[in-house]
């Protein structure tokens, strides 16, 4: 058996959306699975939709998703002249023709069909007709002779044998007028000049599927293997829309998201493995099957993102999930500020504090959010419900516990907890009395880490001037 060859082949016309995304992961996932390769192709033929910035932001996306390909990537536009090329191959082999009906006449075969209730479809008037009747200086389409009786059929990994018959697919443009390929031949051209062994792609191609296997018979090419994917919907079972998470990738990335947590996310959209939920790109890798890929449509949940999010945050390795974070900083809401920040003594602090963080945050935003108090600049800025702990009753016990912890001849987390214990108790107090307003004092927010943590993550320094500015 040759070694498989996937594509992903991406309109430049927008961001990588979620879809794609998932789309461009199975490719990838069945290329790494079977050790074979994934190739990139830029479907730009659309040249008034088609951007430069739309094909700088796939290739930016499915880079940041770990989602690399074979090779550089190919522009089907470049390609035009093979195209024809094969067009005319057809033309001459007598499975296609030249076409010299006018927009006039193309507009009546189509209300002729409406008013018989019938699918609008060329009528084949220049199929058998000589080119010599061609009107003067005209330029014909090509149009693939299809097959009028029978059936054409798709064999699909997914969707089973899918069976078109041949009178409802007509003999359609291959060709334009102006020498331009359609996006139904060039794909065909494409896939089989790259060697593509297998098309994994949304089940909304499935009828292109049954027509250009007709080109593919017509040139006694193999027919690529068909792995029709269902589409997403949102939560509602609704059609995918910005409203359900139908955004660019780049849009994850500014929510927070690691691009370990969308992979196993996307992948487990449409495809399983058992009951794992939590999968490594490893995992993934050794499991993906294409028959394993529902027929159903699956369903975009930003609650489960979110959790397993937070999962492979918890998972990561604290030095891991700082160079991540960290390298996430310029998409973040909160990032830039955040960087400007960080230099080398915030870097050592954040990754003490890392281990404690990462239990209470569910996306990098929140990450940096609840780190935020370790690179702040003095005096605090207090949330409003610190505020509300330090006022009056709050402010009378951190006067008291300063002296304790000047006393402290050792600055760890044990040593600092020790001390607050026996002050509380000295005091008759319940210990969140005497630990809540630290944790005020010390991060300006009434939820942190383990307040003795923060105490050895800060050191005594800054600890102690931070306690001393809400008391003044």
Not at 10 to 21: C, K
Not at 118 to 125: A, F, L, Q, S
Not at 264 to 286: K, P
Not at 442 to 451: D, E, F, H
Request: proline content about 4%; hydrophobic content about 40%.
């Amino acid at each position: 058996m040759s070694s498989v060859v996937t594509r992903f082949a991406p309109s430049p016309t927008g961001f990588l959306h979620i879809g794609g995304a998932r789309t461009a992961l199975f490719n990838w996932l069945y290329a790494q699975h079977t050790g074979g390769r994934m190739l990139l192709r830029i479907e730009d033929t659309d040249r008034e939709r088609s951007t430069e910035a739309a094909t700088a932001a796939i290739i930016d996306g499915l880079t940041w998703l770990g989602l690399g390909w074979d090779g550089e990537p190919i522009s089907q536009y470049a390609r035009a002249a093979r195209h024809r090329e094969i067009a005319e191959e057809l033309v001459r082999k007598a499975k296609a023709y030249y076409c010299y009906a006018t927009p006039a006449e193309l507009e009546e075969m189509r209300e002729k069909a409406r008013a018989e209730g019938r699918p609008p479809r060329y009528d084949g008037r220049w199929r058998d007709r000589d080119p010599s009747e061609a009107p003067v200086g005209a330029k014909g389409a090509i149009r693939i002779k299809a097959p009028t009786s029978g059936e054409t059929v798709v064999r699909d990994r997914v969707q089973g044998e899918i069976r078109f018959p041949n009178k409802d697919l007509d003999d359609f443009i291959i060709l334009r007028s102006d020498g331009n390929p359609t996006y139904m031949h060039a794909v065909v051209v494409d896939d089989h000049d790259m060697g593509v062994t297998h098309i994994i792609r949304g089940d909304d191609h499935l009828t292109n599927a049954a027509r250009q296997t007709i080109i593919y018979d017509a040139m006694g090419w193999d027919v690529p293997v068909m792995a029709h994917i269902p589409l997403i919907h949102g939560a509602d079972g609704a059609k995918l829309s910005k409203r359900h998470g139908a955004l660019g990738v780049d849009a994850y990335r500014a929510m927070g998201y690691l691009p370990a947590a969308l992979r196993n996310y996307l992948a487990r959209l449409g495809w399983s493995h058992g009951d794992d939920e939590i999968m490594s790109t490893e995992d993934m890798v050794r499991w993906f099957e294409i028959e394993d890929v529902n027929k159903g449509a699956a369903r975009f949940d930003f609650q489960k993102l979110e959790a397993l999010n937070a999962v492979h945050m918890r998972r990561m390795d604290d030095s891991a999930l700082l160079e991540a974070l960290i390298a996430s900083l310029p998409y973040l809401p909160n990032g830039p500020d955040f960087a400007a920040r960080l230099d080398d003594a915030a870097k050592a602090r954040l990754l003490r504090a890392m281990s404690g963080l990462k239990e209470r945050a569910r996306t990098l935003i929140e990450l940096a959010d609840s780190a935020a108090f370790l690179i702040a600049d003095r005096p605090l800025r207090l949330d409003d419900k610190a505020a509300e702990i330090l006022d009056g009753e709050g402010k009378a016990v951190l006067r008291r516990i300063l002296p304790e912890l000047q006393a402290a001849s050792e600055w760890s987390a044990g040593a600092t907890e020790a001390r607050v214990r026996a002050f509380a108790e000295q005091n008759g107090l319940k210990l969140g009395k005497a630990a809540q307003p630290l944790r005020a004092a010390l991060t300006g927010k009434s939820t942190s880490p383990g307040v003795f943590d923060v105490l050895e993550v800060l050191g005594r320094d800054e600890s102690l001037a931070r306690i001393e500015d809400q008391i003044d």
